[in-house]
C-alpha cells in the first residue's frame, strides 16, 4: 500500500491530508502485519519507517540552530520514528499523535544527554552512576528507600558529595523530577529514586 509512496523522501512536510495518510498507513501496517513471518513483517515495518520519514525530518528541522547538527537531530528523529513504529497500537488512537510524542522525547533527551554529558564533570558522572547502583541494591535490602547517611556508608564517600550526585542527577532528568529531588535530598531521602525503580520493575513485571 505504502511501499509505491515510500521512495518519496523529499516529499514536503506533510499537510493535514498527508497526516491523515500517514495515520492509514499505520492502520493498514498494523491490520498487514497481522499472521505475517517476521521476514514479512520486517519488509511492512521498513515500508512505513520510508513513509514516514518526511514526518520525522519535519519534527527534526524545529529543533535547528540550536547547537546540534541537523544531521544529528535527523538522525534522532529517526530512531524515535522507529521506535513509535514498533510500539504502535491502534487502539491507543492516531499514529501521527503518538509519533510526534515519540520523536520530540528522544529529540529532548538528546539535548538533555548532551548538555549533561558536557557540564558535569567525569568524576561526579561515575559517582552517579555508583549512586543509582548502591540505591537500587538497599532499596532491595531494606525494602524502603535509603538516606543519604546510608548511601554514604554504602559506598565510603561523603555526605555531601552523595548530595552533590543526587542534585546533578537531578538536572540530568525532566523537570518535573528535579523539582522532586530538591526537597528530598535535602532532607536526607532518596525518595525519588526508590519510586522510579518502583516504576522501573512494575514497568518490566507488568
Known amino acids: 500500500m505504502f511501499g509505491q509512496t515510500s521512495t518519496t523522501t523529499t516529499t514536503p512536510p506533510p499537510t493535514e491530508r498527508g497526516l491523515e495518510d500517514l495515520d492509514a498507513a499505520a492502520l493498514a501496517y498494523a491490520a498487514r ?6 521476514e514479512r513483517r520486517q519488509e ?32 534522532v528523529a529517526r530512531l ?10 491502534p487502539e491507543r488512537g492516531s499514529f501521527t499523535a503518538y509519533a510526534a510524542i515519540t520523536i520530540v522525547g528522544e529529540i529532548k533527551r538528546h539535548f538533555r544527554d548532551r548538555t549533561w554529558g558536557v ?3 567525569r568524576r561526579l558522572r561515575d559517582l552517579i552512576l555508583e549512586v543509582g547502583q548502591a540505591t537500587a541494591a538497599l532499596t532491595s535490602e531494606l525494602s524502603r528507600a535509603p538516606s543519604v547517611a546510608e548511601l554514604s556508608a554504602r559506598l565510603e564517600t561523603p555526605e555531601e558529595e552523595i548530595l552533590a550526585a543526587l542534585e546533578s542527577a537531578a538536572g540530568y532528568s525532566p523537570a518535573r523530577s528535579t523539582r522532586r529531588w530538591a526537597g528530598r535530598a535535602r532532607r536526607s531521602s532518596v525518595t525519588w529514586s526508590a519510586s522510579r525503580t518502583t516504576r522501573w520493575n512494575r514497568s518490566t513485571t507488568g
Not at 502485519?33 to 517476521?38: A, D, F, K, M, S
Not at 524515535?80 to 497500537?89: Q, T
Open 80 to 89: 524515535g520514528l522507529v521506535n513509535a513504529v514498533d510500539r504502535y497500537d
Open 119 to 121: 557540564h558535569v564533570p
Open 44 to 75: 511492512a515495518r521498513d515500508d512505513l519507517v520510508r513513509f514516514a520519514l518526511p514526518f520525522a525530518g519535519r519534527l527534526a528541522r524545529r529543533y535547528r540552530g540550536r547547537g546540534e547538527p541537523l544531521e544529528d537531530l535527523e538522525q
Open 33 to 38: 502485519i497481522e499472521g505475517l513471518p517476521p
